[in-house]
Structures are given as C-alpha cells and as structure tokens.
T-cell receptor
Framework: DTAVSQTPKYLVTQMGNDKSIKCEQNLGHDTMYWYKQDSKKFLKIMFSYNNKELIINETVPNRFSPKSPDKAHLNLHINSLELGDSAVYFC?????????????FGPGTRLLVL | AQTVTQSQPEMSVQEAETVTLSCTYD???????LFWYKQPPSRQMILVIRQEAYKQQNATENRFSVNFQKAAKSFSLKISDSQLGDAAMYFC??????????????FGQGTILTVHP
C-alpha cells in the first residue's frame, strides 16, 4: 500500500488556468506538508497542517490555497497559474506534531505551465 | 533563520568504495533533528538516516552512517560499499525541535552522487 499518494503525477496546463493537486496519507499521521522543488532541485516548504489546522504558511502567493478536509488529506489548489509555478510539488506527512519526526514524502507532482 | 549548506554539488565513487557527503548547518538552537534524504531519478524522496541533536552517538543504518559534530555544526553522510543503486541526489535537512520553525524541514542544495561500475 502506498503510504503517501499524490494525484496527478503529471500536470500540464496553460497559463491562467486553475488546478488542484490531491494528497492522501494512510499512515495515521497528524501533520501534512506541501513542498515545492524548483528547476534547480531546491526544496522549500510551502504549507503545513496539523489535524486540519494550518500551522506553517510560508511566503507563498495567495494564488496557492491548501485545504485539509481531514487529517489524512491535504490538497493544494492553484489559481491563475503562471510560468514560474512550474515545479515538482511534494506532499509529506509525519507523526504526532511533526517536531523532529521523520517526514514521509509522496511521489511528487510535476507541474508544467505553458 | 536556519540554513543548510551542501558544498559539493557533485560527487562520484567507484562501486564498492566509500564516499562521504558533506553538510553544514547554521542554527542558534540546541535541540533539533538532522536528516539525509535520497532522491533517485524516480524523484521519490527516501529517508536515508536521522540524527537527534541531543544524542552524541552517530546514527547508522546498514551501509550508511553519519559523522555528527554538533559544535562544528557539521553532519556528513558516509556511504560504505557503494552500490549502483546508491546513485541519486542526496539532501541534508534540518528541523527545529520547537519555536516558529516547528515541523518545517530546511533542505540543503543537494549533492548528485554518481556511482561508477
């Protein structure tokens, strides 16, 4: 069974469109994260939710809106996509409150904005 | 703010040999955790090893071990008996045990490891 899954794995879309990426974890973890990996492979956190509550919100354009319907799911909605949004987006989860606990990553979603 | 630096963009090793990947970090905190993650071409992020800062003993996982020097803020990864499957990009990462960095992983720039047969 996949521990952290993301859909879709690939997303190609036009500038200005709105798209969503879904993430689900079956590990029973309390905390979930979204990370962005840019073209230089640099990874940076975007958001974190703990038991459906937003706890980390980095400097991210407000076109990006995370939503956590329950603690096993964390979705990322992106409005008015821009070329610079092209990247790989990773979802991750961790146990308890996420402090020091290992984060388990999903397979990533490669987003290409044309 | 915490920063993590991997000064080796690329490293290479012969199969069965040993290689060490470097990582330094900057923090004013005393309680934190350090990780090495591996990202093969499949792009899946895979945990290699984890170290708690309050533990003096270096973490070991099979062929992977770390040299954790807290005073020097250094956290290097040693891969022994390198295998072709070890070829990947390796990321060093830091997470604070508290404060406003709560749960947030800070990554280094990554080191691409090539394993030659």
């Amino acid at each position: 069974d996949t521990a952290v899954s993301q859909t879709p794995k690939y997303l190609v879309t036009q500038m200005g469109n709105d798209k969503s990426i879904k993430c689900e974890q079956n590990l029973g973890h309390d905390t979930m994260y979204w990370y962005k990996q840019d073209s230089k492979k640099f990874l940076k956190i975007m958001f974190s939710y703990n038991n459906k509550e937003l706890i980390i919100n980095e400097t991210v354009p407000n076109r990006f809106s995370p939503k956590s319907p329950d603690k096993a799911h964390l979705n990322l909605h992106i409005n008015s996509l821009e070329l610079g949004d092209s990247a790989v987006y990773f979802c991750a989860s961790s146990q308890l409150n996420g402090v020091g606990e290992t984060q388990y990553f999903g397979p990533g979603t490669r987003l290409l904005v044309l | 703010a915490q920063t993590v630096t991997q000064s080796q963009p690329e490293m290479s090793v012969q199969e069965a040999e040993t290689v060490t990947l470097s990582c330094t970090y900057d923090t004013s905190e005393s309680d934190y955790y350090l990780f090495w993650y591996k990202q093969p071409p499949s792009r899946q992020m895979i945990l290699v090893i984890r170290q708690e800062a309050y533990k003096q003993q270096n973490a070991t996982e099979n062929r992977f071990s770390v040299n954790f020097q807290k005073a020097a803020k250094s956290f290097s990864l040693k891969i022994s008996d390198s295998q072709l499957g070890d070829a990947a990009m390796y990321f060093c990462a830091y997470v604070s045990a508290g404060g406003t960095s709560y749960g947030k992983l800070t990554f280094g720039q990554g080191t691409i490891l090539t394993v030659h047969p």
